[in-house]
């Protein structure tokens, strides 16, 4: 039985079970109970404070778990990163009042920072080699520069509205942060087999995401004009039509270029475009 440490609360929590169940993956989401087993996958989720997972994969009590990248890199415990999950994605900034002038990082050589984030910090202050003083708060780093407890923070950065209604801005973006499976470095040949075929599923949901399957009717005379403007995985499905002057197309499109390539099947003749999502996509 393999076992995964999840955030017990938060966006990283509903990101994470919202995964699972994409790769059907049954588990019960109650936030009363600690360890739950999935009913149709040998998987049990331990749920966790986050900044407890790191060390908790590292040192064996699970096996694997989904942590944040800016708490994997602040624990800075011993574990793998098996993948980037692309969700959960925000920043580590510096931030200070908005009517300050800023001029660059040197302003907060002998000020004081307020962060949760203190060895992240520490490192890049010394490799700018900036002198400040790390005033290490949990929750509501924000509101430190108002009380007089800080003259700037750096924390999690989002949308950068809790900044705005704090009157603070952003001035250095110090990392990068998103969702990481991370795993215990001893895992057994069973366990490897288990995790390996979750990130099969994994995999399949995450390349269906923002694919749309089209399927077309098309005039023959006008097909290989159709084909050329349709960047499908490998090449289109053709499949004849009754009418021997029609054929019907079938290809997988990005959403990001799906509008601009529909007005142009349009207006090359293609007729009666049905477009359906994609849930999973085996490559």
């Keep these: 039985m393999l076992r995964i440490a999840v955030q017990s609360k938060g966006r990283l929590f509903d990101d994470t079970m919202g995964l699972l169940a994409e790769a059907d993956i ?82 907060f050589n002998g000020r004081k920072v307020a962060t949760s984030y203190p060895n992240i910090l520490r490192q890049f202050m010394a490799d700018k080699g900036i002198n400040c003083d790390i005033h290490v708060i949990t929750g509501s780093v924000e509101i430190s520069p108002g009380i007089g407890l800080a003259d700037g923070i750096f924390d999690i950065v989002s949308s950068g509205s809790t900044l705005v209604s704090n009157n603070l801005r952003e001035v250095e973006v110090v990392m990068q942060s998103e969702a990481l499976l991370i795993g215990n470095k001893q895992l057994s040949a069973d366990k490897r087999a288990t995790l390996d075929e ?68 349009k207006d090359m003749g293609a007729q009666g475009i049905l477009v359906t999502p994609i849930e999973k996509m085996i490559l």
């Design 198 to 265: 979750m990130l099969f599923r994994f995999k399949a949901v995450k390349d269906a995401e923002d694919k749309k399957y089209v399927s077309m009717n098309v005039p023959k005379a006008r097909l290989q004009e159709i084909v050329s403007v349709l960047p499908g995985l490998k090449s289109p499905t053709i499949i004849p039509l009754a009418d021997d002057d029609w054929c019907s197309v079938h290809t997988v499109l990005d959403q990001k270029c799906f509008w601009a390539i529909i007005g142009k099947l």
């Design 26 to 107: 049954k588990v019960s989401a109650s936030k009363r109970t600690l360890l739950v087993q999935s009913r149709n996958f040998p998987l049990e989720v331990l749920y966790l404070r986050d900044d407890d997972i790191p060390q908790s994969v590292a040192s064996g009590v699970a096996d694997i778990g989904v942590v944040g990248e800016n708490e994997y890199v602040e624990r800075g415990e011993d574990c793998d990163i098996i993948s980037r999950l692309g969700f959960s994605r925000c920043r580590l900034s510096l931030a200070i009042p908005k009517e300050i002038d800023y001029q660059g990082v040197e302003w």
